[in-house]
Structures are given as structure tokens and as C-alpha cells.
């Protein structure tokens, strides 16, 4: 070949950048075809952050300490984990999950039931305060596969050896940071020891103070840490504060605030007991379909407070933030500060059960004058001008109209009566001949159920229930 003296030689070197990127489609993660199939039932098509995040390495038997807000999805993320971790022919409790409260407790253990719908045989008991411990105990008796509780009640069942932990394999705290706010340090940590050494632990934490850090060392070995963005979407919540002449005048404003924005479910937030029921008992007394929630009530009226809200039997929870503590309520559309929190994280944390899954929001609260430095910091925090009006100026609003779509049913028979939601929805449609459309949310306790069905058939479908059967078995039906 001829010289070419003048050319000169450039090396190129190309750089190639591989991104993992989270997995969002369950197919991929290897899951049994039965809890895949029960997966689309439950319209779970596609992974949240969190479950993209933390799934992968879950089911490769990782403990994980996960940062993550109520809503995000984490449920099923442990919950799945947890499923794939069961062992047939194990004699006793594979799994214990620990949560803050008791609602929040009762409702992973009925998001477990719905993702464990496909796999055969599976028990999971709740055990927590403020229901009955001979009742609990005699389901324990009776083997279990999974356990939800709240530290004390499982620690006092420990203690009292009605309870054996020597087969979990798999360990979770749900809301970790809650539970040692309400001083539950010491009881989690002797929880732990009587854990087989050899499991998988999971820790979730909507925020990670000092002390999460030193609980995590204790319990999860060699922890794999997953986090998702915990921002408030600015654009999906719409925040105003409005400015009243002293605490009493809030009452006043309330029905006028819920009438100039018509919310289809809101939250109302209080500092105190007392004031949850009295704002309760006013919102009532204005023809506004209202129930209130906190830790001096019973647990089957709590129960019934968060069924009825979250089926649209009733329009306005009114709620302490001990008793909203973990509760996930679906496309809430507004939050509202009836007392503002001592902190920003507080507040943070109320307003961000809004406006998720793309949805928008609205957060609505009340300030005193003496309260203003509040806003000015939350300002500073979230670097924007919050819009501020004064509450006076809600004066002529028209009324609260909305009216419940839904009516709340109580049916007498549940778990222990071996009652499925597709026996209800048959029992009812089979009777009164309403269609299934009209057929909202069932709960199946133990002992009992709750259905939402259409208001304008409730009454329809209750004489025909009392006259019919479920399951060829007659039951008392009325309104819950």
C-alpha cells in the first residue's frame, strides 16, 4: 500500500456507561406464577419506587433497612418477602411483623391476607392492645403462620410463653421510627432475642433519626439500605393556611372551609383527644357526615371508623395523629390542620397522605397569629411563598353538601365462619339481585364482616340477606 506520511493516528476510546436500573414489572422477579396471577387481580401492575427498590434484593435474602412514607407501597414489598420465605410443614410462627399501632397493624395483616390469597393454608393473627388476649391466644393456639402486632401485646405474649418465635425466618418493623417515639425501644430489642439468630430482618422508617441507626445495628446484619424520594410533589398538593382570631374560632370555620372546597374524603387533624371529639360531634351536628377516631376508643369502634372512611360510607375522619399513624387512605382528597404540629416533620408527614399516586391534593390548616413563626420556617423548608388568607373572609360560603355514596353493612359471620368476599358479593347479589357494580370494599374480621354497598340498595340488600343465606347459612345483617 502506498505511505500515507501526513496521516496521523487518533485513538478513540469510548466509554460505556451501564445504569442498572430498578426493575419495575413483578414478572421479573422470579415470583411463583400463582402469586404473580393473584397480583393482576389486584390490579398490582406495576412496581412503586419502593418495591423496585427493595423487592430484588428481599427476595434474595437480603435485610434491608428501607426509608419510605405510608402509601408507598412497602406492604407489599415485605409482605411479598415474607410469603416467598414460607416453608411448608414448619410447626410454628415463620414470621413476626412489628407495628406501632393497632390499625396500622390491622391493616398489613389485611393486605397480607389479600396478597396470600393464592398460596393454600396460610394464618396470619393480629395480636395488639386493646382487644381481647384469651381471644388472640386461642388463634396462636391454633398455629400461625404470620403474626402483626404491636410490641407490648407480643412481648406480654412472649413473656407468658403463649407465644414462640424459635421458627421466624423472616423479621419486619413497619413504621420503626413511630415505635420508638412511643417509647418501644426496650421492648423491640428483647422481642429480638428471642429471634432465631439466622433470619432475614427488614426495617422500614418514614424518617431515620440516631436512634433507628442504633436499632438497625442491633437487629439487621449487614443491611442493604434502600431509599426513595420523600419530597412533597409541590405541583400535586395545593397548601393554604388560614389565619383565625383564636383557637375557638376555629370551630366556627370549619364547615364554612369543607363548603367552599366540597372535598370528597378529607382528614381532619387535632392535637387532643377532646377536641377530636368535639369537632366530631359539631361537623355532625351540621348535617356532615363525619366519625372521629383516637386512642380512647375501643378497638372495634376504631375498626369501624376506618372502614367506614376508607368505603366511602363516610366523608370526614376526624383524627389524633397517634391514631392516623400509618393509616393509607386512597386518593385522599384533602388534608386539614384543624391544630398545627409543634414541627415540620409532623406536618409533612399529615399532608403527604395526599396528593399521591399522581393525584392532586389539597392541604387546608388553621393558624393563630402567636403561630406564624410556624409558616415562616415551613416557608424556609420548603424554599416557596405559602399562600396565607384569613379566615374571615370564608364568611358566605355555601354549605357542605356532599352526601355518602356508600352505606356500611354489618353481616355476623367472618373468618372463623370460613366466609370469603366472593361468598359475600354472591350471598348479596344471589338475594336482593343487585348488581356487583354496587357492591363496594368487604372487610372480614374473625368474627365478623363489613360491606359497603350503594346506599340507594342498602336497604334492599339488607331485607333480602335476612332473608337468605351466605353460604346456605342464615346471618344478621344491618347497618354498621
Do not use: W
Request: aromatic fraction near 6%.
Amino acid at each position: 500500500m502506498p505511505s500515507t506520511p501526513n496521516c496521523k493516528y487518533v485513538e478513540f476510546v469510548i466509554v460505556v456507561k451501564i445504569v442498572y436500573l430498578p426493575v419495575m414489572n413483578f414478572n421479573s422477579l422470579g415470583l411463583a406464577p400463582k402469586i404473580l396471577s393473584n397480583l393482576k387481580t389486584l390490579n398490582y401492575n406495576a412496581m412503586t419506587p419502593i418495591q423496585a427498590k427493595s423487592l430484588p434484593l428481599i427476595l434474595a435474602g437480603h435485610d434491608i433497612i428501607g426509608q419510605a412514607k405510608t402509601g408507598s407501597g412497602k406492604t407489599a414489598a415485605f409482605g411479598l418477602g415474607v410469603l416467598s420465605n414460607l416453608i411448608d410443614n414448619v410447626p410454628g410462627i415463620q414470621s413476626l411483623i412489628l407495628c406501632p399501632t393497632r390499625e396500622l397493624a390491622d391493616q398489613v395483616a389485611s393486605e397480607l391476607r389479600k396478597l396470600a390469597r393464592s398460596t393454600p393454608n396460610v394464618k396470619i393473627v393480629t395480636t395488639c392492645g386493646g382487644t381481647s388476649e384469651s381471644l388472640q391466644a386461642k388463634s396462636l393456639s391454633k398455629g400461625a403462620h404470620i403474626v402483626v402486632g404491636t410490641p407490648g401485646r407480643v412481648l406480654k405474649f412472649l413473656k407468658t410463653k403463649r407465644m414462640q418465635l424459635g421458627y421466624v425466618n423472616t423479621f419486619v418493623l413497619d413504621e420503626a421510627d413511630k415505635m420508638l417515639d412511643m417509647g418501644f425501644s426496650e421492648d423491640i430489642t428483647e422481642i429480638s432475642s428471642h429471634l432465631p439468630r439466622k433470619r432475614q430482618s427488614l426495617l422500614f422508617s418514614a424518617t431515620f433519626p440516631k436512634e433507628i441507626l442504633k436499632l438497625s445495628e442491633l437487629i439487621l446484619n449487614n443491611a442493604k439500605t434502600v431509599k426513595v424520594d420523600l419530597a412533597i410533589k409541590k405541583n400535586l398538593i395545593k397548601e393554604i393556611f388560614y389565619l383565625v382570631e383564636d383557637h375557638d374560632h376555629k370551630i366556627k370555620y370549619l364547615s364554612k372551609l369543607l363548603g367552599k372546597y366540597q372535598p370528597e374524603s378529607t382528614v381532619i387533624f387535632c392535637k387532643t383527644k377532646i377536641i377530636c371529639d368535639d369537632v366530631a360531634h359539631y361537623l355532625i351536628q351540621k348535617g356532615i357526615s363525619a366519625i372521629a377516631i383516637h386512642g380512647d376508643h375501643e378497638q372495634k369502634r376504631r375498626t369501624l371508623a376506618l372502614t367506614k372512611f376508607s368505603n366511602g360510607s363516610c366523608l370526614v375522619l376526624v383524627a389524633t395523629d397517634v391514631a392516623a399513624r400509618g393509616l393509607d387512605i386512597k386518593n385522599l382528597k384533602a388534608v386539614i390542620n384543624f391544630d398545627l404540629t409543634s414541627d415540620i416533620k409532623g406536618y409533612i408527614h399529615r399532608i403527604g397522605r395526599t396528593g399521591r399516586q399522581e393525584n392532586a391534593g389539597l392541604a387546608l390548616s388553621f393558624y393563630v397569629e402567636q403561630e406564624t413563626y410556624k409558616l415562616d420556617a415551613l416557608e424556609k423548608h420548603q424554599d416557596t411563598e405559602l399562600i396565607r388568607h384569613k379566615a374571615s373572609h370564608l364568611k358566605g360560603t355555601k354549605p357542605f353538601k356532599l352526601k355518602p355514596k356508600n352505606t356500611t353493612l354489618y353481616i355476623s359471620g367472618g373468618r372463623k365462619d370460613k366466609i370469603r368476599p366472593g361468598d359475600i358479593v354472591g350471598g348479596i347479589i344471589g338475594t336482593s339481585k343487585i348488581e356487583a357494580q354496587y357492591i363496594g370494599d368487604i372487610n372480614i374480621l374473625d368474627t365478623f364482616s363489613y360491606v359497603a354497598v350503594d346506599t340507594r340498595y342498602s336497604d334492599q340488600v339488607i331485607k333480602a340477606l335476612k332473608n337468605g343465606k351466605i353460604k346456605k347459612r342464615k346471618y344478621r345483617v344491618g347497618k354498621a
